[in-house]
């Protein structure tokens, strides 16, 4: 049996789960939540069964800990999973990693290196690495960089118009994220229409509480809306995304705000939450459709982007073949789908109305017979696009 242990290691959660690559099926999951506060949900899925309990959860090794005790609580055990690799999430890879890259003490020290670029991110992957590694310290450890897709963006599309000096000094330059769901999202695609992914021409839209477009051109990212962080590019479910920057010099020269208040108020307190009191999607079309003209302004605010990055990227492909959307909303959003592709018939995209209001049943079309673009819903599976990558890189095929 060929299985990958999945670990997605964020700030105050750690995610998992248990893959037999064999059929690519998922053995078991678990979400710990609220490390680090005085109670922590601890969620484990084995089969149809759901384990759920309360704890207080420490620290990253604790978390580590729990999910070991879950395995051999309720299963299935360690000795009969007997996991070959371990594939991690690391959302910053910087200009240092290319692709999944077999973990050792030279490589952690790498991702530590990295953490100023991503402070939420990289530094609890981290603890989670560590943590794994002592548990799992015969097998392989396999990082999946969020960024690693977007490597092959050229110079043109990812540096800022910043003093040269100052951006190689720290490091400032469009790294991008999401890149393991959009090359998923994007091969899925072309596997779905039959079609080699050399040659496929794919928009990818990632709309969940964190959002971003990806242009990807014959399997390769040239365009992509995150920026140097998560922040930049589209409105988001409590990000501004796109702002002009002077917006930060006003409020702290004119409201006192200082550098942590300006991270809070455009990372968390914006996007659809800050227009309309309400970062979730459904809530909002809900609410628009009643008549609430607040909640109609947020919806045309969040839409107009993107649209903007919709026609930008169908310029860099020179025209799409696909339009791949993916996440929360992106998978389920009937309203977000047809106002985004409004119009564009003149450039070959033709949603099809009924199609595209059919509720969310996995990957399918939604374009109309005639569309020249393609239009499809492929939801994402980063976890199994890690499992795949780190099995890839640690030599061991799935029999
Ligand atoms: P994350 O970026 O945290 O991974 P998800 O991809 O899970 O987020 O997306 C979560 C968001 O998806 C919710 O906040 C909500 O706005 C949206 N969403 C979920 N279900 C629906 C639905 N049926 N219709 C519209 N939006 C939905």
């Known amino acids: 049996m060929t299985v990958v242990l999945v670990v997605n290691s964020g700030s105050s959660s750690l995610k998992y789960q248990l893959i037999d690559m064999r059929d690519e099926r998922v053995l078991a999951s678990g979400?710990?939540?609220?490390?680090?506060?005085?109670?922590?949900?601890?969620?484990?899925?084995?089969?149809?069964?759901?384990?759920?309990?309360?704890?207080?959860?420490?620290?990253?090794?604790?978390a580590f800990d729990i999910m070991m005790q879950n395995f051999e609580d309720f299963g299935p055990s360690m000795a009969d999973a007997a996991p070959a690799v371990v594939g991690h999430r690391i959302v910053q890879g910087g200009r240092r990693f290319f692709g999944p890259t077999i973990i050792d003490q030279a490589i952690e020290q790498d991702i530590e290196e990295l953490i100023p670029l991503a402070p939420l991110h990289n530094g609890p992957n981290l603890a989670g690495v560590r943590a794994a590694r002592r548990v799992f310290a015969d097998i392989p450890h396999?990082?999946?960089?969020?960024?690693?897709?977007?490597t092959t963006l050229s110079d043109a599309a990812s540096y800022y118009a910043l003093n040269r000096e100052v951006a190689a000094k720290y490091r400032v330059r469009k790294y991008g994220a999401h890149g393991t769901s959009h090359k998923y999202v994007s091969e899925t695609a072309a596997k779905?229409?039959?079609?080699?992914?050399?040659?496929?021409?794919t928009v990818v839209l990632h709309i969940g509480n964190g959002a971003s477009a990806c242009a990807v051109d014959g399997g390769k990212s040239i365009e992509t809306s995150m920026g140097m962080t998560p922040l930049e590019g589209l409105v988001m479910g409590t990000r501004t995304g796109d702002i002009d920057p002077a917006v930060l010099f006003h409020l702290h020269r004119k409201g006192g705000?200082?550098?942590?208040?300006?991270?809070?108020?455009?990372?968390?307190?914006?996007?659809?939450?800050?227009?309309?009191?309400?970062?979730?999607?459904?809530?909002?079309?809900?609410?628009a459709a009643a008549g609430d003209a607040l909640a109609e302004l947020g919806l045309e605010v969040y839409v107009h982007r993107l649209r903007h990055y919709i026609g930008a990227y169908l310029v860099a492909l020179q025209g799409a073949d696909v339009i791949a959307w993916c996440g929360g909303v992106g998978e389920n959003s009937v309203e977000v789908r047809k106002r985004a592709l409004a119009g564009m018939e003149w450039l070959g995209v033709e949603l099809d109305a009924q199609r595209n209001a059919e509720p969310n049943h996995g990957i399918r079309e939604i374009s109309t017979d005639s569309s020249r673009v393609r239009v499809l819903v492929v939801p994402t599976d980063e976890e199994?696009?890690?499992?795949?990558?780190?099995?890839?890189?640690?030599?061991?095929?799935?029999?």
């Open 142 to 150: 396999v990082a999946v960089f969020d960024t690693a897709f977007h």
């Open 257 to 287: 705000y200082t550098v942590e208040d300006l991270d809070k108020l455009l990372n968390k307190q914006s996007g659809l939450l800050g227009l309309t009191g309400t970062n979730d999607v459904r809530d909002v079309t809900a609410r």
């Open 192 to 201: 779905f229409l039959d079609r080699p992914y050399e040659e496929l021409r």
């Open 384 to 399: 199994l696009e890690i499992a795949r990558q780190s099995l890839q890189a640690a030599g061991t095929t799935a029999g």
């Open 31 to 62: 979400l710990i939540e609220r490390i680090g506060e005085p109670t922590g949900a601890v969620v484990h899925k084995y089969g149809d069964d759901k384990t759920e309990q309360e704890a207080e959860i420490t620290d990253h090794d604790y």
